[in-house]
């Protein structure tokens, strides 16, 4: 098991759009935890729990592969046009406990 985390700044403009988008997905994904930047509004990172390495590089190429940028029925399509900079600026990192 791991940890995974996404982080990117959203667009000022775009914030309201997105916090309601990001209830419905923290409603469908348990393991997801959503913070933002105390002193930098707008930037957020999602944590994400118990995936498996097969579940991150699923989620990895969902969110920033080149095939899904072309898919618009990809539940993670509306972020591509929220964040600053767009999809280029989504960081998504992989970590596992050290034993």
Same mark, same amino acid.
């Given at each position: 098991? &791991?940890?995974? #985390?996404? $982080? ?5 403009? &775009? ?20 913070? $933002? ?6 930037? #957020? ?49 992989? #970590?596992?406990?050290?034993?």
């Amino acid at each position: 098991m &791991c940890i995974v #985390f996404v $982080e990117y700044r959203i667009e000022e403009a &775009c914030r309201n759009k997105y916090l309601e988008w990001s209830d419905g997905i923290r409603r469908q994904y348990q393991q997801l935890e959503l913070y $933002e930047g105390t002193d930098q509004p707008n930037l #957020f990172v999602e944590i994400w729990n118990g995936l498996s390495e097969e579940e991150y590089h699923s989620m990895k190429q969902a969110r920033a592969g080149a095939e899904a940028a072309e898919d618009d029925s990809n539940l993670w399509k509306p972020l591509d046009h929220w964040i600053k900079g767009g999809r280029a600026k989504l960081h998504i990192w992989h #970590f596992k406990k050290v034993e």
